[in-house]
């Protein structure tokens, strides 16, 4: 018997491979008996901040990582296929039917049994897989600091807005993909430079909602998380090097620039890379000073995710201001941005690559606990505690994967980092070894990684089955 403990993508994972296994496991899971701050239902394996779970090209980190579960069998990448949504490059997913598929999935599997509690305690005689999340509760938390002997690693955390698609006006939003990859799949509002001056000045002023229960004077945010009032106050242009950046979009239906309010001339924005070609400049008569993208949330199309519009403002205050960029003036909104407190411990001290517990070899983590930051990581996480955590009732070595795959590399480097430095990680290619060999082109690169990552984990494989 195993225990699991959270019920998030981690745990669910962790919990199939368990049971794939053939080996009985408890997954214990505390909504809807205790909410946490962040999640609005009882599924197994709810999105919290977003519906994306990265870049699906395997030349990207989050697709490697991607591809990589597949091919172990990971139920949280088999199910986000399943109910994928248009997100132009991203492997974006419609999080309701994700979620209830795989609670429903898990909750009937006869190996599987899911109890709706908080632990307060872990288990001490029985091997334990801790997947308790960043919002783990407070009994828990306290008794998991006991058994470390320190003190969390905190910082702060936040989600973005959600728009009612016949709220937003298509006669200003336009469809398109940044580069025009793939299908067109996300809504761009663009903003001429006036306009976006006039939203940046009042972003910087608007109301922030109270921390409640949060440390003000301690908060740190992830800098791949940050609100965008944080980013706005950081500088002028922060946002348009960031999720409000122009470059690789441009509206079809403009034809001449001189007719149209919403597009800058060429000397109000300075020069930036893009593809180099006879249409360069045609391009860039055609690009917005700067754009506001929405990613599709579910199959219909009906509800659409601000990207990298995470933030810590008033609700009133977020209707106000976002209600500034164009084709949003008349937004009707079904969920809020959100912020919380995201907990994790120093990995590096605590754990092996194996996500053992350097001080109990029968307990497991795994998660955004450990300090892994992403939806896919999290779920590589699951796969190798429970995948481990089964070895050991079974007899067998826990194992760990090789680190020229990108799960190999990431629980090689939350388990070594530097213990006084340590902060979250998501998949990305500088944990890799080097390749031997100087490749200039970033595209060539990464697709060498991605070769090596492959071929390393299928010869991975077979040595396991033999």
Not at 312 to 327: A, D, S, T, Y
Request: net charge negative; charged share 25%.
């Amino acid at each position: 018997m195993i225990h699991v403990i959270g019920g998030g993508l981690a745990g669910t994972e962790a919990a199939w491979q368990i049971a794939r296994a053939g080996v009985r496991v408890i997954l214990h899971e505390m909504r809807p008996v205790r909410m946490s701050p962040a999640h609005h239902t009882g599924e197994l394996a709810e999105l919290v901040c977003s519906n994306s779970f990265g870049a699906q090209a395997c030349d990207r980190a989050s697709g490697l990582l991607h591809e990589e579960l597949r091919r172990l069998g990971s139920i949280i990448i088999a199910t986000a296929d399943r109910h994928a949504v248009p997100a132009g490059g991203a492997l974006a997913v419609d999080r309701g039917v994700f979620s209830h598929e795989l609670t429903e999935i898990l909750s009937s599997h006869p190996l599987i049994e899911l109890r709706r509690e908080d632990v307060p305690q872990i288990p001490t005689e029985e091997v334990v897989v801790l997947t308790s999340g960043p919002l783990t509760s407070p009994a828990l938390a306290e008794d998991l600091q006991r058994f470390t002997g320190m003190d969390y690693f905190s910082f702060f955390d936040a989600a973005s807005p959600i728009v009612v698609g016949e709220s937003i006006n298509r006669d200003l939003a336009f469809m398109a993909s940044r580069y025009d990859k793939g299908e067109p799949s996300y809504l761009n509002c663009p903003m001429n430079r006036e306009q976006y001056l006039h939203f940046w000045q009042e972003l910087c002023q608007a109301e922030k909602a109270e921390l409640k229960d949060f440390e003000q004077e301690t908060a740190k945010f992830f800098e791949g998380c940050l609100p965008i009032e944080e980013m706005a106050r950081r500088g002028e242009d922060t946002m348009r090097y960031g999720p409000l950046k122009p470059v690789g979009l441009s509206d079809p239906r403009i034809k001449d620039i001189k007719a149209e309010e919403n597009f800058t001339q060429l000397s109000d924005i300075e020069e930036t890379k893009i593809p180099k070609s006879e249409e360069r400049k045609s391009y860039r008569h055609h690009r917005p000073y700067a754009v506001v993208q929405l990613r599709q949330e579910d199959k219909a199309g009906e509800l659409w995710n601000m990207v990298g519009f995470q933030t810590n403002l008033r609700w009133g205050e977020q209707k106000r201001v976002f209600r500034l960029i164009p084709g949003l003036e008349n937004a009707e909104f079904v969920r809020m941005g959100v912020m919380h407190r995201n907990t994790f411990i120093n990995a590096p001290q605590l754990l092996y690559p194996t996500l053992q517990f350097k001080k109990r070899h029968n307990l497991l983590a795994a998660g955004q606990l450990v300090g892994t930051e992403g939806y896919t990581a999290a779920s590589a996480g699951g796969w190798l505690a429970g995948t481990n955590a089964a070895r050991l009732v079974l007899g067998l070595e826990p194992v760990t994967l090789p680190g020229t795959t990108m799960m190999g590399a990431l629980f090689e480097f939350i388990s070594s980092a530097s213990p006084k430095h340590f902060q979250p990680m998501p998949p990305n290619f500088g944990i890799l070894p080097e390749l031997g060999v100087r490749i200039k082109n970033k595209q060539e690169r990464y697709g060498m990684y991605r070769d090596r990552a492959l071929a390393s984990l299928e010869a991975w494989r077979i040595g396991q089955s033999h």
